[in-house]
Each structure stands twice: as C-alpha cells, then as structure tokens.
C-alpha cells in the first residue's frame, strides 16, 4: 500500500451488512491496514464511519463499541427494529439508505444480501460515492439502473467477489489505471472474460443422484466458507450465473464473450482472454479477505495478514478444469438468457432463485434440491422481463418472481403474496 500523502483526510467508509461474513472480514481487513499504516508511523488512510445490519442487533453494538473504544465512533443502522440497539441512529427498512444519504463517508462496502441491499446500493451511486459492490444481486436485479446511474454520477463499482476483483485485476496489468475501473465497456483486446466456479460438492455426480440432496449435504462447500444462501448457490452454480450477470455489468460485455470454467482447486479466480490468444489469470488461496483488501487499498498491494494462507504451487497440487455443462447446471443458460432479454429479466431471474432457496433452505418436501433451477426457469417463463425504469419496476418483478416460485411449488399464498405452509 503507498504511503498516503499527509494532507489528504483519512477515506471514510460505510459498511453495509456489517455483522455478515464478507462486513465481518471486511472490518478485520480495515483493522489490519490501519495498524500496518499505525507500526509504519502513518496516519490511517481508513475510517469506518457507519455500519448497517438487517439483523444481529448484538453484533452491531459489539461492533460499534469495538471501534468507539479505538476512537473511531461510528453511526449504526439496523432494519430489523427488534432488539435495536442503544444508540442505534437508523431503523427500519430504510435505514441502510438513510445511513448512506446522510452521513458523509467516501466509500461504502455494499455487502447487505439480496435485494435487500438495493436501495442503499443505489442511494451510494446517486451520490457519487465509491461502491465495493460484494452484494451481486444489486447488479444482476438492477444492473440498468445501476450503471447508467454510476456513469453520469462518477461512482466506481469496485469489485468485491474474488471472480470479479480477479478481472479487474488482470485488466490493470494491462495498463490503462483508472481508465480499468468499473463500470466500464471493455474494446476488442478483450475476447472473452471466464470466471472459474468449485463446482460445489455435486460437481461430480448427475442431477439425478442429488435430486433429494438435503440441505446438510448441499452446505459442505469444499473450498469456501460461506454464508448458507451463496453456499447453496454454489451447489447449484447460481451463485455462478449470477456472477455471469454481474460480470456483464462491470465489464460491458455481452454474454458471448462470458465463459465458466470449472475449477475445483478454487485458486484461479478468473482469465481474460486477448484476442491475440494470450490469456491473463489472477491465483491466489481462497480468501474473501484477499479481494476485499484489493478494494480498499488498491491500486497498491498491501501486505496480507500473517495468518491467511498462502498460494503454494510448488507443493504440487494439480490445477484442473472443466468446462460447465449448462444442461446440468441451467442456472448458467438462465443467466444467458436474462442478459439477452434485458429489463427486469435478471431481478426475476435472481427473485425465483432467491424464493426457491429459501424454501429448500427450510426443508420444504415440495422443493428438493433438484427442483431449483426447475422452478428459476418457471417464474421466467411466468413473468415476462418489463421494462427497467426506476427501484418499483425492481421490486414489482420481483414479487411477481416470487409468486410464481410459490405457486410452481404449491406452496398457497394469499393476495399479500404471503405464504401458508
């Protein structure tokens, strides 16, 4: 990390979904570059001003008294109203936006999951804010909003998730600096973007031997420690597909020039493909603090951790690849197929897949593991991609991509959308 010029102001930062996996890490990685800054005789060129959760209403204050205690007091959002804690400025389910809009930060760490963390997401790029966007949904529901919306307010998307971070990466090594920086259309030098997926603990074995997978077995990620939803998205390769969407977005690519490759070593992250044949990759262990780090410090390298593990190729560990059936894994043809339709197709696409999740997630008979695609595809079969004008058009397909899942599964639902059962 380059020394930071005395006269610039520390950069402030909101994290959203503050008590999740990737806000948790990312409040260890800050915690790590300011005390690098600190042992060097620096100024920290971090400060964590607010914090947002949906829920974990202890954590949120263990946090905040954390950083208080350091001297860093910070203003805290929760969107769950129950339990909120003492102190807390923001609540309700427009607290992670009435964070962002009224306390002054720089940067702000989108990690709240799904949908829900749109609002906020949007408020930051209205506002011209830098996004480290680790919340894919924001993008695959409403990547049209999104991106004309950071191109006329300045606003960087900055790479979160390892796939995404391992592209931009390798397009700065090609030179060109901030020029590289999402959103942005890449030319004709670039052929082909392809981002690896582990393949999840199915990869494999037919659809057929999983179709009555249960939840313990589809949550044992070999390579990754994950939240239960993207674990589960993994399985499946969703979480794939919605990457596939996102890639789209902060790369200006088409779908054609989107590739999956399976890799079940999960130490190539992404390629980029040159259309004179070369092909540059990113490696590296699988870390969610790596890519997060690269966020908040780059376009420097600041040194890791000294516990995180390290890439040792010369213990001889094969790097194998597959390429990614997409009859098996038709999450990866959705995604295509949302791309070329445009509009509110991905907020469906990403809503059906949520729905359906979350009833296997609650073992519910009539969704088996191999039911999930099925049902994805149902609801985008249900509801025609509308156009994308503003957040309601978002959150109206959504509900509909959630209504249709319900229905497809039987599972009865009142006028509200509610479910019983």
């Not at 919340?135 to 999104?146: P, R, T, W, Y």
């Not at 919306?149 to 090609?174: F, M, N, R, T, Y």
């Not at 259309?185 to 249960?214: D, I, K, M, W």
Request: glycine share 10%; hydrophobic share 50%; with cysteine.
């Amino acid at each position: 990390m380059a020394p930071r010029d005395a006269t610039q102001p520390a950069r402030r930062v909101i994290v959203l979904g503050s008590t999740g996996s990737i806000g948790t890490q990312t409040l260890e990685v800050i915690e790590h570059l300011c005390a690098l800054e600190r042992g060097a005789g620096r100024e920290a060129s971090l400060r964590v001003v607010g914090l947002a959760a949906g829920r974990g209403a202890r954590l949120l204050a263990h946090q905040a008294e954390a950083l208080a205690r350091a001297g860093t007091p910070v203003v805290t959002a929760l969107a769950d109203e129950v339990g909120t804690p003492g102190g807390c400025t923001f609540t309700g389910p427009g607290a992670a936006r009435a964070l962002v809009e009224q306390v002054e930060c720089d940067v702000v760490v989108a990690a709240i999951a799904g949908v829900a963390g749109l609002e906020a997401t949007l408020a930051a790029v209205r506002l011209g804010r830098a996004v480290a966007l680790a919340n894919k949904e924001s993008l695959v529901a409403a990547g049209g909003l999104i991106v004309p919306l950071a191109l006329k307010s300045g606003a960087a998307l900055l790479p979160v998730d390892s796939e995404h971070s391992a592209i931009w990466q390798c397009l700065l090594g090609l030179g060109g600096g901030e020029g590289l920086t999402p959103p942005l259309v890449l030319g004709e030098q670039v052929s082909r973007l392809v981002l690896t997926a582990s393949g999840g603990p199915f990869r494999s074995r037919s659809l057929a031997e999983v179709y009555h997978a249960p939840p313990a077995e589809a949550l044992r990620h070999p390579t990754w420690t994950m939240g239960r939803k993207v674990t589960l998205d993994s399985a499946t390769l969703t979480n794939k597909a919605l990457e596939v969407i996102e890639a789209h977005w902060l790369f200006g690519v088409s779908e054609d020039r989107l590739g999956v490759l399976i890799h079940p070593q999960s130490v190539v992250h992404s390629m980029v493909e040159l259309r004179d044949g070369s092909v540059l990759a990113q490696l590296g262990a699988p870390d969610m603090r790596v890519p997060i780090q690269f966020a908040l410090s780059w376009p420097g390298h600041a040194p890791a951790q000294e516990r995180q593990a390290r890439l040792g190729l010369a213990r001889g560990a094969a790097l194998e690849f597959f390429e990614a059936d997409e009859a098996r894994f038709e999450p990866l043809a959705l995604a295509r197929r949302a791309i070329v339709a445009g509009g509110t197709a991905g907020a469906v696409f990403n809503a059906a897949s949520e729905q359906a999740a979350e009833l296997y997630l609650a073992g519910d008979a009539r969704v088996p593991f191999g039911k999930l695609a099925e049902l994805a595809r149902g609801a985008m079969d249900a509801v025609a991609p509308a156009e994308l004008r503003s957040l309601e058009d978002v959150l109206c397909a959504d509900a509909a991509a959630r209504r249709a899942v319900l229905e497809l599964a039987g599972v009865p639902v009142d006028g509200r959308g509610a479910t019983h059962g």
